[in-house]
């Protein structure tokens, strides 16, 4: 177990280096010029020259990059052209946020979508699985923004359960927190949930059709014990998968969604950062949203070995 953290580990340096480099190629390959946003669209060619220096983009193209790569690795993200501090700094006030929304739509998703998925996986060709199925492609296939705005419309105008475009942070209690986070919890979680419960029920019936599984019924083993001990025990790898991959997209923004109930998330910053050219804020995103799909990689193959200590060994 050690030696695949140790190699996860050492890979994770290059990885981190070539997104931190991808991050600045692409964002600095899109058209547009920051210097036009900062002083205006209408401004003269000598306050774009004096933008340009400002803003440090008057330096070879190679030079902005090492300096950027050489930052990132030490953690300095640079400063924003627009919000007056570093992007670390931004990015850090707003991360509790994403966070928090991100940890409890997965949280809805893995609720509703493994137990869903494991009922459909035992009642297959039933009007179970069909159910399964049905509301698994309704929520795979209409966008969450959809269900967001549903959301809004039902719960929070029409029955007004819950409030519509506030945040309440967690330092104002537990149950204000849940609150404020329910109805885009829900709308990111239900279709994470679909994804759930289909892998689930895939992974389960691939398992149930095993010769093991009919040789522990063939024994007269209880069906809690077959389901529990042995079929849901091998099935859970693949579902380990599929909440890691969950996660790691949740974490890394849900612009959509942050900008439809109007919280103030990394995704609301990364929608603002676009809209006026704001490149370190751009390249700083990138570069922590691929960190959160590189980190949460690492956890689920660590969880891998602790599921099946053989996969260590390779």
């Known amino acids: 177990m050690m030696n695949l953290v140790l190699r996860r580990l050492v890979l994770f340096i290059p990885m981190w280096i070539a997104v931190s480099v991808l991050s600045f190629v692409i964002v600095h390959a899109t058209p547009g010029d920051p210097a036009a946003s900062f002083v205006g669209q209408d401004a003269g060619a000598a306050s774009l020259d004096v933008a340009h220096r400002r803003l440090g ?167 809690k014990i077959v389901i529990g001990r042995h079929a849901f025990r091998n099935a859970i790898i693949t579902i380990v998968t599929v909440i890691g991959l969950s996660l790691a997209l949740l974490l890394s923004g849900a612009f959509i969604t942050e900008a439809l109930f109007q919280l103030p998330g990394i995704g609301s910053l990364g929608v603002s950062a676009v809209l006026r050219r704001d490149y370190p804020v751009i390249q700083g995103l990138l570069l922590v949203s691929s960190s959160f799909i590189l980190i949460v990689n690492i956890l689920v193959d660590i969880v891998y070995g602790l599921l099946n200590p053989t996969i260590s060994d390779r």
Request: zero cysteines.
């Open 57 to 223: 983009l008057d330096r070879p193209y190679m030079e902005q990059l090492y300096h950027w790569v050489a930052g990132s690795l030490t953690g300095d993200l640079g400063q924003s052209y627009f919000l007056g501090r570093s992007v670390a700094t931004a990015i850090l006030e707003r991360l509790p946020v994403t966070f928090s929304l991100g940890m409890l739509a997965l949280l809805v998703g893995a609720v509703v979508g493994i137990p869903l998925g494991t009922v459909a996986a035992l009642s297959p060709n039933s009007w179970k699985d069909a159910s399964t199925i049905g509301v698994s492609l309704t929520f795979l296939s209409v966008p969450e923004f959809v269900v967001g705005m549903l959301l809004i419309y039902v719960l929070g105008v029409e029955l007004r359960w819950f409030p519509i475009g506030r945040y309440a942070p967690l330092s104002d209690g537990v149950g204000l927190w849940l609150h404020h986070l329910a109805l885009p919890a829900l709308a990111l979680g239900l279709s994470q949930s679909a994804l759930i419960a289909r892998m689930t029920r895939a992974s389960l019936l691939q398992v149930l059709g095993a010769d093991y599984i009919r040789t522990a019924r063939a024994k007269g083993l209880p069906e």
